[in-house]
Nanobody
Framework: QVHLVESGGGLVQVGGSLRLSCAAS????????MGWFRQAPGKEREFVAA????????YYADSVRGRFIISLDNAKNTVDLTMNSLKSEDTAVYYC?????????????????WGQGTQVTVSS
């Protein structure tokens, strides 16, 4: 059974940084993609970043490219999201997700495994 558990959310000021971490267990094999999504109040869940487990290529939403970095530690089975230059519009619940295979994908419906989410609040 797959379990994804996020940590590291909290309150940060505009322009600050925060690092989220996701601990994964139960993923079988080596070919899967780890991703981060977020959902702000009253809005649909949206893609943030993704990376295949066995390759170094990354995929970012336009709104976070250049500010956020997704990284994997395969030995620890963790995926981190380092968020810099945070803006008030980054406020959301952030979810870790995983999908089988190695095709990068930003569609929420194509990720089958989800964490419970962690709140990030950026205050001005």
């Amino acid at each position: 059974q797959v379990h994804l558990v996020e940590s590291g959310g909290g309150l940060v000021q505009v322009g600050g940084s925060l690092r989220l971490s996701c601990a994964a267990s139960g993923l079988i094999g080596s070919q899967y993609v780890m991703g981060w999504f977020r959902q702000a109040p009253g809005k649909e869940r949206e893609f943030v970043a993704a990376r295949p487990r066995t390759r170094t290529e990354t995929y970012y939403a336009d709104s976070v490219r250049g500010r956020f970095i997704i990284s994997l530690d395969n030995a620890k089975n963790t995926v981190d999201l380092t968020m810099n230059s945070l803006k008030s519009e980054d406020t959301a619940v952030y979810y870790c997700a995983a999908r089988d295979g190695e095709a990068l994908d930003m569609r929420t419906s194509h990720y089958f495994y989800w964490g419970q989410g962690t709140q990030v609040t950026v205050s001005s």
